[in-house]
């Protein structure tokens, strides 16, 4: 199957700093990557769509200035955190789809566990 | 406008035993279906998919899944569970097309008994 990455898996951080998560496709083009949040214990709840050359679809009640999304090529979307809280710590998880395959499954990173002090 | 619910947040099997795993599904228009599995700290592997294709979809690790429309389930099974199969499986829905979000139900948590 396609292959995404994400990059870093951990990090800690202090509050009042900024994180950035790297998500890449390795063997396809992504025009639209998903930036998903995973609560401990809760299911996946989807943060934004991230639009290759143009702006981020944020999900209602997602802070489109606390979490920055940019999606300059076709195969990296990133993720910033900005002036992390305690409660920005998660589980972040990216996924994309392979438009090639059109079978409309999608492509899951290997998540990155914020833990923010 | 689609959802997804999993009835039972946490399910208890024997080794050996059937595995069942239930997702009832919400969708204005022909969904497609998916069924995920999660390990501890990792991301999400693709069990199966259903694309409106046959109704009866097989997938890895000896699992399966039923597209019932009269029902709108996508209940999951395996006849006979392992003890490498306890993890967080997750269905989740999305209007068909290549584009859309997924939308994923609130997870179902299986735990294997020796």
């Known amino acids: 199957g396609a292959v995404v990455s994400q990059h870093p898996s951990r990090v800690i951080c202090k509050s009042g700093t900024s994180v950035k998560i790297e998500c890449r496709s390795l063997?396809?083009?992504?025009?639209?990557m998903f930036w998903y949040r995973q609560f401990p214990k809760k299911s996946l709840m989807l943060m934004a769509t991230s639009n290759e050359g143009s702006k981020a679809t944020y999900e209602q009640g997602v802070e489109k200035d606390k979490f920055l999304i940019n999606h300059a090529s076709l195969t990296l979307s990133t993720l910033t955190v900005t002036s992390a809280h305690p409660e920005d710590s998660s589980f972040y998880i990216c996924?994309?789809?392979?438009?090639?395959?059109?079978?409309?499954?999608?492509?899951f990173g290997e998540g990155s566990r914020l833990t923010v002090l | 406008a689609q959802s997804v619910t999993q009835l039972g947040s946490h399910v208890s099997v024997s080794e050996g035993a059937l595995v069942l795993l239930r997702c009832n599904y919400s969708s204005s228009v022909p969904p497609y279906l998916f069924w995920y599995v999660q390990y501890p700290n990792q991301g999400l592997q693709l069990l199966l998919k259903?694309?409106?294709?046959?109704?009866l979809v097989k997938g890895i690790n000896g699992f399966e899944a039923e597209f019932k429309k009269s029902e709108t389930s996508f209940h999951l099974t395996k006849p006979s569970a392992h003890m490498s199969d306890a993890a967080e499986y997750f269905c989740?829905?999305?209007?068909?097309?290549?584009?859309?979000?997924?939308?994923f139900g609130t997870g179902t948590l299986l735990a294997v008994q020796p």
């Open positions: 996924s994309a789809r392979d438009l090639q395959r059109n079978t409309g499954e999608l492509f």
């Open positions: 989740a829905v999305t209007p068909g097309g290549a584009t859309n979000k997924l939308i």
């Open positions: 063997d396809f083009q992504a025009t639209t």
């Open positions: 259903y694309t409106s294709a046959a109704t």
